[in-house]
């Protein structure tokens, strides 16, 4: 399974994983997070390896859809991203300003 594609997933299962049924929340979270096979999903749930294998690539679909919509996943990357080139440059430029490097704390804190 490639890894990039699965971090994917994990990571967009984390943000959207509320707005599925309970059924794709299950095999989603086994397949990706848990990394059990189409074989041992269909096993769990007594369904065949077929009907997993629809389910997971209609959920991935569903997850991409609302990435694609909301961006709360992308969004997240890129205010991480710039917090910590703030952190840097504040660390850089303002190293004894201990108000500013708590203010950053509690943000990091927040989007973590």
Not at 5 to 23: D, G, H, I
Not at 34 to 63: H, P
Not at 72 to 81: E, G, M, P
Request: no cysteine; charged share 35%; glycine share 0%.
């Amino acid at each position: 399974m490639d890894i990039e594609k699965t971090n994917r997933m994990n990571a967009l299962f984390e943000f959207y994983s509320t707005l599925l049924t309970e059924k794709q929340m299950n095999y989603i979270e086994l397949y990706y997070a848990d990394d059990f096979s189409l074989g041992e999903i269909a096993e769990e749930f007594d369904v065949s390896r077929q009907a997993v294998y629809d389910n997971i690539k209609r959920t991935e679909k569903i997850l991409e859809k609302y990435e694609k919509n909301l961006h709360l996943y992308s969004n997240y990357v890129v205010r991480k991203d710039l917090l910590e080139k703030m952190k840097d440059k504040v660390s850089q430029d303002y190293p004894d300003d201990t108000e500013l490097h708590e203010l950053i704390k509690q943000i990091q804190e927040i989007e973590d």
